[in-house]
Structure formats: structure tokens, C-alpha cells
């Protein structure tokens, strides 16, 4: 699992690598906190367009950036969803909560 | 049930554990001809399934985790995670959506993700012996 980041004019937009589980989701979670703390952004972008595999790990970062940044005023939406993550989330409802982007050939599945 | 082939992987309850069980049975489904997102569902079930028994069967201990995979009539993969843990207390509770005793780290949705996932989902525990999970998915047979 790895994680990027880029900034512009106030949008933290987070990638995400490879796969995340519970192995993987507290070193993801602790360093997308430290991005949140450097940058201070006002939207932020959880982009997993390079996510192979997810599981219910990952509902449980995407809820928790969502209440950050909505508890400090901001947005946030998650972008490029493939297929088996999308999956995912769908069967957790997540999509009420959270606005979610599916990537192109996940909306074709 | 005619039982046609199956898999056995012991290991002990360390989070390093859980891409293996999921890489494991991901293979052995293969042999079935499973489409993307059926082989998408069974790594994640089980992932869900092994990530329980590592975080609340043994929260502070590591112990042994216990998981067979086995393909019954040709179509049917049914997979067992066994541990010898602490047990669930409250089994109706702990399949509830969001309910949780994991901390910030879980989302208590893992027993939702495994019944979505799966065609059949048992949840068999005994407070201080352990909890057997034990899944099914029909794997369609494809024409020709």
C-alpha cells in the first residue's frame, strides 16, 4: 500500500496504491493524517484509481476523512472507484454519506 | 453434497496474514472459472472473515487462525475461518451494520460485507472457545 498526494489552491487530493486492509489501513490512515496537518486543506480528494483491492478497511478511513474534513467546514468526495472497491462500498451503504465517483471502466462493468 | 477438492492454510493471527489467506483462496477459486467480480467478492469476504478472527478473537495475543476452502458439487466454494479465541457474546449484535468493538481502525462492517458477498453465512461461537464463520458462494457454471 502506498500513499501520494498532490495540492492546489486549497484541494488535498490523496492516492491511493495497492491494497488496503486492516494490515494496511493504519499506516495509510496515520500518514493521510499528516498530509491533513501539513497542508490544512479546505476539499480534500481520496483518488483510488490505482486501488487493486479494498475491503471494509477502507470504509472505515473514508468515513473517518469525511467527518475531518466536514468537521472543519471543508469537503470531501472520493474519486475513480473501480470495480471490487466500488462493490465495497455499495454493499455498505457508503454512498449516502459520502459522494463517490466511479472510475470509467467500473461504470461500464 | 459431493466434495470435489479443497484447501487447507493454518497461520498464526498477524495482519501480514490476511493478503495471503485472501491470495490463497482467490487461487484455489480459479480452478472454478469465476468471473472478475466473483473472484473480487470471495478475496473480500474473506479478508473480512480472517481480519475479524485476527483483530477480536486474539486482540491481545497471537494465535492460530484456521481456514479451508473446499469446492462441493462442482459449483458451490465454501469457505471456513476458524479460530480458538475469545468468542462473540452477542452474535445477532455483532452482524448488526456498524456495530463494532474495533476502534476507530474498523467499521464494523465486515460481517455486512461477508453476507452481501456470499450466497450463505453462518456464524457458529462460544464465548472464551472460539468462532467458526463458514461461507458459501455458487460459482455459475460457464456455458461451453
Known sequence: MKV???????????????????????GAAELVERLLGEYLPRDCVLDLGRLSFMDSSGIALI??????????????????????PLRVLDAGGIGRVVQIAAAKEAKQA | MKRDNYLKLEFPSRSANEALARASVAAFASQMDPTLDELGDIRTAVSEAVTNAIVHAYPDTVGVVWLRARILDGEYLEITVKDKGRGIEDV????????????EDRSGMGFTIMESFTDRLRIRSAPGRGTTVTMQRRIRRKPG
Request: a positive charge; aromatic letters at 10%.
Open chain 2, 92 to 103: 445477532d449484535r455483532a452482524r448488526q451494520p456498524l456495530y463494532t468493538t474495533g476502534g
Open chain 1, 63 to 84: 468515513l473517518r476523512l469525511h467527518r475531518r474534513l466536514v468537521a472543519g467546514g471543508g469537503r470531501f468526495w472520493v474519486e475513480n472507484v473501480g470495480a471490487q
Open chain 1, 4 to 26: 501520494f498526494s498532490s495540492y492546489d489552491n486549497g484541494r488535498l487530493t490523496i492516492y491511493l496504491h495497492g491494497e488496503l486492509d486492516h494490515h494496511a489501513v493504519r
